[in-house]
């Protein structure tokens, strides 16, 4: 969980640099910056619990931790998704910006098709309203973190990201 948190804060980190809105970059990086200091406490909580074993207090504050981080993490996308809507400027020649860019652009390109596809298939009241009953909420960047497959990803064994890894290998 601590590792993913630090992929998420780089994540966020990349995109927070290439964010074409002042607004949307601050509160990135605002949300990356939260997310590592969840991050860290739970890492330092997790060693701790290894080291004083089994208490129902110690077990507590690990899950709060742990639930802390998810919405964290949340958060981050959220603000991630607001960066990738205003824009984005061009990654540089950095794998990992190119990769988290892709990234953005395959979301990007998913809410662009649902929404067309929404208005196409337009189920609007009398009032233009769009309705709510059957509509199928529109994509986000957890529900595309959520999709790839397990087989796909890259999760070493070790916490420490390995040389030569990306930012987007591991699953968020």
């Given at each position: 969980?601590?590792s993913?948190?630090?992929?998420?804060?780089k994540f966020?980190?990349?995109?927070?640099?290439?964010?074409?809105?002042?607004?949307?970059?601050?509160?990135?990086?605002?949300?990356?910056?939260?997310?590592?200091?969840?991050s860290?406490?739970?890492?330092?909580?997790?060693?701790v619990k290894?080291?004083?074993?089994?208490?129902?207090?110690?077990?507590?504050?690990?899950?709060?931790?742990?639930?802390?981080?998810?919405?964290?993490?949340?958060?981050?996308?959220?603000?991630?998704?607001?960066?990738?809507?205003?824009?984005?400027?061009?990654?540089s020649a950095?794998?990992?910006?190119?990769?988290?860019a892709?990234?953005?652009?395959q979301?990007?390109?998913?809410?662009?098709?649902?929404?067309?596809?929404?208005?196409?298939?337009?189920?609007?009241?009398?009032?233009?309203?769009?309705?709510t009953?059957?509509?199928?909420?529109?994509?986000?960047?957890?529900?595309?973190?959520?999709?790839?497959p397990?087989?796909?990803?890259?999760?070493?064994?070790?916490?420490?990201p390995?040389?030569?890894?990306?930012?987007?290998d591991r699953?968020?």
């Amino acid at each position: 969980m601590v590792s993913n948190g630090q992929v998420v804060v780089k994540f966020g980190n990349i995109l927070a640099k290439h964010c074409l809105d002042q607004r949307c970059s601050t509160e990135l990086l605002r949300a990356a910056e939260h997310t590592q200091s969840i991050s860290s406490q739970l890492g330092i909580v997790a060693r701790v619990k290894a080291v004083t074993g089994e208490s129902k207090a110690s077990s507590e504050l690990l899950l709060s931790n742990v639930q802390n981080l998810i919405q964290a993490v949340q958060h981050v996308l959220r603000a991630a998704e607001a960066a990738c809507i205003k824009g984005l400027g061009q990654p540089s020649a950095d794998p990992e910006e190119e990769e988290v860019a892709a990234f953005c652009q395959q979301w990007r390109k998913n809410l662009t098709q649902h929404r067309a596809k929404e208005a196409l298939n337009s189920d609007r009241d009398e009032l233009g309203l769009r309705k709510t009953r059957g509509a199928k909420a529109e994509p986000t960047l957890m529900s595309l973190v959520q999709e790839q497959p397990p087989q796909n990803r890259n999760i070493p064994k070790h916490p420490n990201p390995r040389k030569g890894h990306t930012v987007m290998d591991r699953h968020l």
